[in-house]
């Protein structure tokens, strides 16, 4: 399985990040996985943003439930982060990754990552 991210590097304050994982060797709606979002700001540690299972349901970190949306295209293979009103606190390097044993537990795949910068 692989997973590869993509997105807009550089946001300006109050905007909104767009980030799409693709998923290949794998389907994303093969019971019981969970697709999820996790960022490291640098010198940070890993942050669980949120996660997407095989169903649809959704799952997020209370810390930024409201302003996270997360959602797939089955047809694409593929889910997506949406971020609203980005500061530069959003800041990192941004990770897709399977999980196996929850939506924040035990992830095997993960992508490359792919850094987000907000700034004026």
């Known amino acids: 399985v692989q997973l590869q991210e993509w997105g807009p590097g550089l946001l300006k304050p109050s905007q909104t990040l767009s980030l799409t994982c693709a998923v290949y060797g794998g389907s994303i709606t093969t019971r019981y996985y969970y697709w999820s979002w996790i960022r490291q700001p640098a010198g940070k540690g890993l942050e669980w943003m949120g996660a997407?299972?095989?169903?649809?349901?959704?799952y997020y970190s209370p810390s930024l439930k409201s302003r996270t949306s997360i959602s797939r295209d089955t047809s694409k293979n593929q889910f997506t982060l949406q971020l609203i009103s980005v500061t530069p606190g959003d800041t990192a390097v941004y990770y897709c990754?399977?999980?196996?044993?929850?939506?924040?537990?035990?992830?095997?795949?993960w992508g490359q990552g792919t850094q987000v910068t907000v700034s004026s």
């Open positions: 997407i299972d095989y169903s649809g349901s959704t």
């Open positions: 990754a399977r999980a196996l044993a929850g939506p924040s537990d035990d992830f095997d795949y």
